[in-house]
């Protein structure tokens, strides 16, 4: 077998060689994710202002003027999606990083250390993990209220169990490999094998982590907004507007199907490229037993 | 087991002539396979001929990236995706096969030629019953379903073949079998479509060496009984000699010699198959000098234009770097890729017989009045499985290693070698008995206390995995220094010198550990274990993972460090040849007990017990120990049938419950 070590791992490294450079979808999912980012910073009123109504151009469908058409109350649609990038982006990247930076600290925590710090965190993840997420953000949020930040808060806490079981799925894997007995027979602290080794080589997955995290919040953002439960009624905000434009839909199919088909490509593509910075950023497989 | 079996004997003249007379089996000419990269294509064979008789017995010997296991892949056709066979012939039966649809192809495998895999832990499906794989190639070659109990029948017959004799075993999972009975049943579903050609990929190389020479032994009477055609893939040229005909040397995706065994193994006629005879380890005698082929095994593209071993030969001369040598007939039935090898012949065979006439290195004197550095007194280890289970691993261990002294723990897996080593090193904690650990000033320590992380460190056997994939070196030996509390500066200096005594130039530092190959690994996992100044270092089968040419040189730097700085050593090992070369005292543990110790001379030329007989004996030896030995190819004989009757041993059984 130990030849086969060798052998594998020659193996491996030369496979990794493909993954190097990212399929075409990938390359895709990369430009419209640096697309959307790219309005959402410089771009937000590139198409005007997402508010200024025209009660003469009311529904209109799509035309040289207004590429998407307008809206129930005259609003241009592509002004209101671009504006609604905003909402869009920062929601998500607050429920993602906040998964990412609790799921890392508790997640190796416990799988590292184990025992009752191992025990306390996952029957509180598991007791978690019974409750439906997003059923407690729209009970949460009808009930005290709170819109958008309120979601988002409540959508964080309901996040994080998951990606701590990966966590510390992934750092019981690394935990009996030579490399960390080896420092710990050196004497090196818990606290920097956790920090200084452990977490390097559980990276890509709190990266893939990541990127499903900000997906599902963006879904379930956008969710939420759909049932009047998000964002202010008259801001622009994608599922907002998928609900509100679904009257006219026969008008101008193009105010509530584009925001709704934005979602989904968003979505798509920031998973596109997780799974491929995953793979990419991934140790390359080491031997088996 | 239904007919004796004979002791060892390589190809006889007769035997040639018939496997002669009876014409190809298979015939690969100028095989290409490249692998598909973003840079373009890269060689992982450059123009392999490999021609196998009829009932021809096939060694294709190479170290880890010569490219061996893709030939057998690409003679199969199971090459993974985006490696590609580019150019060249495979003629399997009169067949060409290369021209062939991916579904004509799939239909000679499992039938007309089969592949044995290394691994019996992977190869064969969990979920089924070891009857049913056999079944499986049954109906395979058959074409039609077999009812039931002819095929529970059939399968109890195959079974027997391959000596399981228990009917009982069609019925058992995989899991409830030991490594040999498992690549016993793989054997048997590899053999249950009736092959004429068998390929085997290191079948043997996962096993407990015991188990080993069984499985060998076996594969060459099965192959001799059925007349089939067998191609044996190792690393191991030992291996080789002692079940093939005719032996194919690979190195960096090219055949560098070809020729009967005997003859590779007396008159190697290149430079590399030279050098590997040579820095192989024996068994039987204590080397003053451990060779070495020194530099890694390069890749197949980066000498595509020139003599694939130019990089290490020491013959090497501008015209092997001129262009790429071909591979040509230099004696009856030989063939050398070396184009010195006139100029050269008389200068090897000089050194290989001033290495077998090399006398012994002195027998290792350990010096009773030194104080001892660590003693294990009536150590048990129990471990719990999964709650309930108990497996007692170690059970009742008592020696004693002295300063400067390099102590062998001898046995097979589930022998407790390796608990042993780990509660010495602080990694486990004994359950029953203590183990003390004496500093320079004489005071008492246990395993695991903070001052005993200075006294003893530990070597893992797999380097791949000893060191963090994203440090770099430098920063890897730092780290214990900074911990200990020296400075920034002070550190960078000590690393470069740990790299100076592990044989590392210092620019080493800054290399990731997916730049080092094995052996350099390994040797940076040894500096890092030095970095805490260590008295003692436990070394947990630290060659095994590593190609023959470079075993020897790690071996060289464990005597090194031993030499000069005074460490002691502790080597867990199963390799024989390894104790031989680096142990001055050996314990030989079996099942949790040690069975036999002693200075390593008297305990491997004069064994008491026997257990330590059989390990002896299972050494795939060179002819002339054997004979040296008389008494020994009965041993060995014996032990087969020994081992055959009680494969399923307790620590085995365990898992039955």
């Not at chain 1, 430009?31 to 200024?52: D, E, K, N």
């Not at chain 2, 040639?16 to 290409?32: H, P, S």
């Not at chain 2, 023959?548 to 090992?573: H, K, M, P, W, Y």
Request: aromatic share 6%; with cysteine; net charge neutral.
């Amino acid at each position: 077998m130990a030849v086969a070590t060798v052998a594998e791992a020659r193996g491996s490294r030369l496979s990794r060689g493909f993954r190097r450079r990212p399929p075409f979808s990938v390359i895709l999912g990369f430009v419209f994710f640096a697309a959307i980012l790219f309005v959402f910073m410089f771009g937000r009123t590139l198409a005007g202002s997402p508010y200024a109504q025209s009660l003469r151009e009311v529904s209109k469908p799509p035309s040289a003027k207004h590429w998407l058409g307008t809206d129930g109350l005259g609003r241009d649609v592509v002004a209101r999606i671009l504006a609604g990038t905003g909402t869009a982006i920062i929601g998500p990247l607050l429920i993602a990083a906040s998964g990412l930076m609790v799921s890392s600290l508790l997640g190796i925590a416990a799988g590292y250390i184990g025992g009752w710090t191992d025990t306390i965190i996952m029957r509180w993840v598991d007791f978690m993990l019974a409750l439906p997420g997003l059923l407690v953000a729209i009970v949460v949020v009808s009930v005290l209220g709170g819109g958008y930040a309120m979601a988002i808060v409540v959508l964080s806490v309901f996040n994080v169990q998951g990606d701590i079981r990966i966590v510390r799925g992934a750092t019981l894997e690394q935990r009996p490999l030579p490399y960390i007995e080896a420092l710990r027979s050196l004497g090196v602290k818990r606290r920097k094998i956790m920090f200084r080794h452990i977490f390097p080589n559980v990276a890509p997955i709190l990266v893939a982590n990541f990127a499903i995290d900000f997906a599902l919040a963006l879904v379930a953002l956008a969710g939420l907004s759909f049932l009047g439960l998000g964002s202010q009624p008259d801001s622009p905000e994608w599922g907002a507007m998928l609900a509100a434009n679904q009257d006219i839909l026969f008008v101008n199919a193009a105010a509530s199907l584009a925001p709704g088909l934005v979602i989904i490509l968003l979505a798509v593509s920031v998973n596109l490229v997780g799974d491929w910075l995953y793979d990419r950023y991934s140790a390359p497989e080491r031997s088996g037993r | 087991m239904t007919s004796e079996i004979e002791p060892i004997e390589p190809a006889s003249a007769a035997r040639l002539a018939a496997i002669e007379a009876a014409g190809a089996m298979l015939d690969v000419r100028d095989l290409v396979v490249s692998s598909h990269s973003p840079a373009g294509l890269a060689n992982i064979l450059s123009g392999v001929d490999l021609y196998v008789g009829r009932g021809e017995t096939v060694a294709i010997v190479g170290e880890s990236g010569s490219g061996k296991s893709m030939l057998a892949k690409s003679i199969v056709g199971l090459l993974p995706a985006g490696v590609d066979a580019l150019s060249g012939t495979i003629a399997f039966d009169g067949t060409e096969l290369s021209g062939l649809s991916p579904k004509a192809r799939a239909r000679y495998r499992g039938g007309k030629m089969t592949l044995l895999f290394q691994d019996p832990f992977t190869s064969l499906n969990p979920l089924l019953h070891c009857g049913k794989h056999i079944v499986e190639g049954l109906q395979l070659q058959r074409g039609k379903r077999l009812t039931r109990a002819a095929g529970r029948d059939a399968a109890i017959t195959r079974l027997a073949e391959v000596g399981i004799d228990d009917p009982t075993v069609v019925d058992r999972y995989p899991f409830q079998l030991s490594g040999g009975m498992r690549q016993r049943v793989a054997l048997a579903a590899a053999l249950a479509g009736d092959p004429e050609l068998l390929i085997a990929d290191e079948p043997s190389t996962a096993l407990d060496v015991t188990t080993q020479a069984e499985i060998l032994e076996l594969l060459r009477r099965t192959q001799e009984a059925r007349g089939m055609s067998l191609v044996l893939i190792t690393h191991d040229l030992r291996v080789a000699f002692s079940v093939c005909d005719r032996i194919y040397v690979l190195y960096a995706g090219s055949v560098l010699e070809v020729g009967k065994g005997r003859d590779v193994q007396t008159s190697p006629l290149h430079p590399y198959t030279h050098g590997l005879l040579l820095s192989e380890p024996t068994a039987h005698r204590r080397q003053v000098e451990l060779r070495s082929i020194e530099g890694t095994v390069p890749r197949p593209d980066s000498v595509k234009t020139e003599c694939p071993f130019a990089t290490r030969c020491q013959w090497v001369e501008p015209q092997c770097r001129a262009g790429r040598p071909a591979l040509l007939p230099v004696a009856l039935d030989r063939q050398s890729r070396c184009i010195r090898l006139d100029d050269i012949a008389p200068e090897m065979a000089a050194e290989r017989s001033a290495f077998t006439l090399e006398p012994d290195a002195a027998p290792p004197m350990p010096e009773q009045s030194v104080a001892e550095i660590a003693r294990v007194i009536d150590v048990h280890k129990t471990f719990m499985v999964s709650g309930r289970r108990q497996v007692r691993a170690l059970r009742g261990v008592t020696l004693a290693i002295r300063r400067g002294e390099s102590v062998g723990l001898v046995g097979e897996s589930g022998s407790g070698k390796t608990t042993l080593g780990r509660c010495i090193a602080g990694l486990e904690t004994v359950t029953g008995g203590r183990i003390e650990l004496q500093d320079g000033a004489g005071a008492l320590i246990a395993p695991g206390e903070h001052a005993a992380r200075r006294l003893v460190q530990i070597v893992f056997q797999d380097p791949y995995s000893s060191l963090d994939p994203r440090q770099r070196v430098g920063a890897a030996l730092a780290e214990p220094l900074r911990q200990m509390g020296m400075d920034k500066s002070t550190a960078r200096r000590k690393v470069a010198q740990l790299l100076h005594t592990v044989g590392l130039p210092e620019q080493y530092a800054r290399r990731r550990p997916d730049a080092l190959s094995g052996g350099e690994r390994q040797r940076i996992a040894i500096a890092r274990a030095l970095t805490v100044e260590p008295q003692l270092l436990v070394c947990d089968e630290p060659v095994s993972a590593l190609d023959v040419s470079v075993q020897a040189q790690i071996l060289r730097l464990f005597r090194n460090l031993r030499d000069e700085l005074g460490l002691s050593l502790l080597f867990i090992t199963h390799d024989l040849a390894v104790v031989r070369q680096v142990v001055d005292t050996v314990h030989i543990l079996y099942q949790g007990e040690v069975v036999e110790s002693g200075p390593v001379d008297e305990v491997m030329d004069r064994p008491q017990h026997e257990y330590t007989r059989r390990l002896i004996a299972s050494i795939p030896s060179e002819e002339h120990d054997m004979t040296a030995r008389p008494g020994l190819v009965e041993a060995a004989t014996s032990v087969v049938h020994d081992i055959i009757k009680d494969d399923t041993r307790p620590a085995d059984l365990e898992g039955l419950r």
